[in-house]
Nanobody, 114 residues
Framework: VQLVESGGGLVQPGGSLRLSCAASGTLVNFDTMGWYRQAPGKQRELVAV???????NYGDSVKGRCTITRGDAKNTVWLQMNSLKVEDTAVYYC?????????WGQGTQVTVSS
């Protein structure tokens, strides 16, 4: 199974982006899916995760600006990001896990710049 991200790109401060992540290959049911990010020279940090389809957890730096949702098939996840800031610039990684495995996507670059 692989996680494939899309939707990254260059956006101006204050703009919005919607990231998508879809599982491909062997069908897997993830208990939790979410997004993490890593900026140059910094550790990977939590952006948002969604467990069981309803329980969400957001990183402090994005609370109130991001919304995570999952598809009915529970192997797709989206991240709507609004009011983007320069400091949101990073590679965004999709993550899916259950009791047996944890999978990371390859990452998608988000650059916020004027």
């Amino acid at each position: 199974v692989q996680l494939v991200e899309s939707g990254g790109g260059l956006v101006q401060p204050g703009g919005s982006l919607r990231l998508s992540c879809a599982a491909s290959g062997t069908l897997v049911n993830f208990d939790t899916m979410g997004w993490y990010r890593q900026a140059p020279g910094k550790q990977r940090e939590l952006v948002a995760v969604l467990t069981g389809g309803t329980s969400t957890n957001y990183g402090d730096s994005v609370k109130g600006r991001c919304t995570i949702t999952r598809g009915d098939a529970k192997n797709t996840v989206w991240l709507q990001m609004n009011s983007l800031k320069v400091e949101d610039t990073a590679v965004y990684y999709c993550n899916g896990n259950n009791s047996a495995l944890q999978i990371w996507g390859q990452g998608t670059q988000v650059t916020v710049s004027s």
